[in-house]
């Protein structure tokens, strides 16, 4: 079993929609939970991390992680065709991500 | 943000040539970096951790021989890919973190192929 499982997606929705990304892990170890978006062909970048159980919300994007059942999302809100990505969960301990395998959003306008 | 860069962005090579792949932290030292190793549609793989003045730890798994790693500086960090063959033909990507920091600055990948 992976420590880390990430919803597989592909996930298709039109411009505007809400949408929820979703991981979960079984090591109760990690200690920050981040959030990087990737687009073909390039390496990723850092959209939000965090943590504590909770949210937290950067302008369209929110974070929101739940310790106790081990489980992660992050819900952007009226997406938009630049937001067509893959999003990737990497769990933290001790300095070392762990990633998910991505979700790959589309936008359609 | 951090900027990392990686050099070449893109080789092509025969199969059975070495190939070297460059890592820099451009504004700020690195005494650790990452290397990741991506196939399509799949996510990172972490290869190895490559440690300034010691040597590359190394995950299970990753032949240490056939992916050569030098942290020669603060700022660079090598992966030599040796004696390569197709199934090495993959998307490497590198990470630094600051020190103190948990978020890591990816570089902009390499896409090698072995023909």
């Known amino acids: 079993q992976k420590e880390v499982e990430q919803d597989p997606g592909p996930l298709s929705v039109p411009e505007g929609a809400i949408v929820s990304l979703n991981c979960t892990y079984s090591?109760?170890?990690?200690?920050?939970f981040m959030w990087y978006r990737q687009y073909s062909r390039k390496g990723p970048e850092l959209l939000m991390y965090?943590?504590?159980?909770g949210n937290k919300e950067d302008g369209r994007f929110t974070a929101q992680v739940d310790k106790s059942s081990k489980y992660i999302s992050l819900f952007i809100r009226d997406s938009q065709p630049s937001d067509s990505a893959t999003y990737l969960c990497?769990?933290?301990?001790?300095?070392?991500?762990?990633f998910g395998d991505g979700t790959t959003l589309t936008v359609k306008p | 943000g951090a900027v990392v860069s990686q050099h070449p962005s893109r080789v092509i090579c025969k199969s059975g040539t070495s190939v070297k792949i460059e890592c820099r932290s451009l504004?700020?030292?690195?005494?650790?970096m990452f290397w990741y190793r991506q196939f399509p549609k799949q996510s990172l793989m972490l290869m190895a951790t490559?440690?300034?003045?010691?040597?590359?730890?190394?995950e299970q798994g990753v032949e240490k021989d056939k992916f050569l790693i030098n942290h020669a500086s603060l700022t660079l960090s090598t992966l030599t890919v040796t004696s390569a063959h197709p199934e090495d033909s993959s998307f490497y990507i590198c990470?630094?973190?600051?020190?103190?920091?948990?978020?890591?600055?990816f570089g902009p990948g390499t896409r090698l192929t072995v023909t």
């Open positions: 965090t943590y504590s159980s």
């Open positions: 990470s630094a973190p600051i020190a103190g920091e948990y978020e890591q600055y």
């Open positions: 090591n109760s170890a990690f200690q920050y």
């Open positions: 490559s440690n300034e003045g010691s040597k590359a730890t190394y």
């Open positions: 504004d700020f030292q690195a005494t650790t």
């Open positions: 990497a769990m933290v301990n001790a300095g070392k991500s762990t």
